[in-house]
């Protein structure tokens, strides 16, 4: 914001500057006092410094119980001078051009840092800052992600701001931050979702510290695990389908479809299933990944108007508060001439009226972006719908097959039916075996274990019926995960 300020001279926290300061901050009567006696009043717990063009921080050592200061809106360059300020609470430098964290070290009871829009590229020098629980340091110049580590010593910290620093767009940013400062509640504006955090404890729980050297690996792009791979995956709701992982998984611990595959016939059967239930799960794989792509570009077109419809508020909003200082210059400069009189009146009132005109500028635009973000949010919600319905109705398979994008059948009622079939023909190979052992017809290395199975039709029936059961369950259960997450997303 100092743009604003190119016409007047750096200033440094002078007596006079701190004055003002007490009497617009303090009730009337101590300002009254402190103007009169020239005095430090101790009582002050609050002072505010905005916009007044500060370079350098000075002569607030005798406000000793201050617990909350404002200094954004400057061109401060270094922090310095705050050493005697131990019960500050809040101090918000934040829009200054500060390169270097220095100068906190006594400040112990601080809770609330901003530091954001400013010059820094290192994260240092916050060790004794054990109270803090809300810092911002967002618009930096921060690049290492690695820095963020030393944070995890801030054992109160639960809301973090990282946002607009080089290092926000490496690729698993976000999960490396969360996974080294697990007490996170909220990053970058974002509530840290509980499902993030059990997932990474789970890791953890099961691997240790090679869980954080995976995701600093990771993070830092030096793995394998690439935007194709898991990460990929589960964003688009199809892990476990691109190969045989559901198929392996349908005969997980079922002894009797391992007993049964030994029939003479059901060998031939396994060799078209598998490959068949495979493509199947394959073509879903590649339809999740790619509407998983579409909800992607879908939000990053949202952002992307989002924050162009903001940078032209602003513009408009610094053209329009750049126009009227220009104005008011010209106008203070004019009534100084003037000195009092019917000239001097005219333009006070030409002030007063600029100001609400200004007023009267600034909510017109207001009103504008909000109206501007209301249809965004609102186009962005129809668009989502869309995508997000067609994708669900499409896996269920409740369109015919021709609204795919797809060339092959992908939907998990289609797995359900090559299930449905096979047991058909599992069926049939196992009454075929059943009339075969009523007739005393079974070959003599037919397995024994086999032999018993078959001396009673309702067991081979009820056997071969329950796996099949199973098998649907475990089918229906991944259609219903793939479909609550995209409902919850």
Excluded at 95 to 119: A, M
Excluded at 370 to 387: A, G, M, P, T, Y
Aim: aromatic share 8%.
């Amino acid at each position: 914001m100092s743009q604003f300020f190119n016409n007047v001279e750096p200033n440094i926290i002078d007596d006079e500057m701190l004055q003002k300061a007490i009497e617009e901050k303090c009730p009337e009567d101590l300002g009254d006092v402190a103007r009169e006696e020239s005095i430090n009043v101790k009582v002050v717990t609050e002072l505010q410094f905005s916009f007044k063009n500060i370079l350098q921080i000075a002569n607030l050592w005798p406000l000793e119980n201050l617990t909350k200061l404002q200094l954004d809106n400057n061109v401060i360059e270094k922090i310095e001078g705050l050493e005697s300020l131990v019960h500050l609470v809040w101090l918000d430098l934040s829009f200054n051009n500060i390169e270097v964290i220095e100068g906190l070290d006594t400040l112990v009871k601080l809770q609330d840092l901003s530091l954001y829009n400013n010059r820094i590229s290192k994260i240092e020098h916050m060790d004794t800052l054990q109270e803090l629980q809300i810092f911002s340091i967002g618009k930096n110049n921060l690049t290492i992600l690695e820095d963020v580590i030393c944070l995890r010593r801030l054992k109160s910290l639960r809301t973090l701001n990282l946002s607009g620093n080089p290092f926000c767009s490496e690729e698993h940013y976000r999960l490396f931050v969360v996974a080294h400062l697990p007490s996170l509640v909220y990053l970058d504006f974002k509530l840290v979702r509980n499902s993030t955090v059990r997932f990474l404890h789970s890791l953890i729980g099961k691997s240790g510290n090679s869980i954080l050297q995976s995701l600093c690996f990771v993070a830092l792009g030096a793995g394998s695990l690439q935007k194709s791979g898991s990460q990929k995956h589960t964003a688009a709701f199809v892990e476990y389908l691109n190969g045989p992982f559901l198929f392996d998984s349908l005969y997980e611990e079922d002894r009797e479809a391992a007993q049964l595959a030994a029939l003479p016939g059901v060998g031939d059967l396994l060799q078209a299933y598998p490959s068949w239930f495979v493509s199947v799960c394959g073509n879903l794989y590649n339809y999740g990944v790619e509407e998983y792509e579409k909800r992607e570009a879908e939000v990053s077109k949202f952002y992307k108007r989002f924050h162009e419809i903001l940078a032209v508020n602003q513009q408009e909003s610094k053209r329009i508060i750049s126009d009227f200082e220009s104005r008011n210059q010209r106008r203070l400069d004019e009534l100084y001439q003037a000195g009092s009189g019917e000239i001097a009146e005219s333009k006070r009132a030409q002030g007063k009226e600029d100001i609400h005109q200004l007023w009267d500028a600034l909510m017109t635009l207001e009103a504008l972006v909000s109206n501007d973000l209301e249809e965004l949010l609102q186009d962005f919600k129809r668009s989502i719908d869309v995508i997000a319905s067609t994708f669900t109705e499409n896996i269920q398979g409740i369109y015919p097959f021709h609204t795919f994008s797809l060339t092959m059948c992908c939907t998990f009622s289609q797995c359900r039916d090559l299930e449905n079939q096979h047991n058909v023909k599992l069926m049939e190979i196992a009454m075929v075996t059943l009339r075969k052992a009523e007739l005393y017809e079974l070959e003599e290395d037919f397995p024994d274990d086999l032999r018993k199975l078959f001396e009673d039709k309702t067991t081979v029936v009820n056997i071969i019926n329950m796996s099949h059961n199973i098998r649907l369950r475990k089918i229906e259960k991944r259609e219903s995960d793939m479909l609550c997450n995209t409902y919850q997303w």
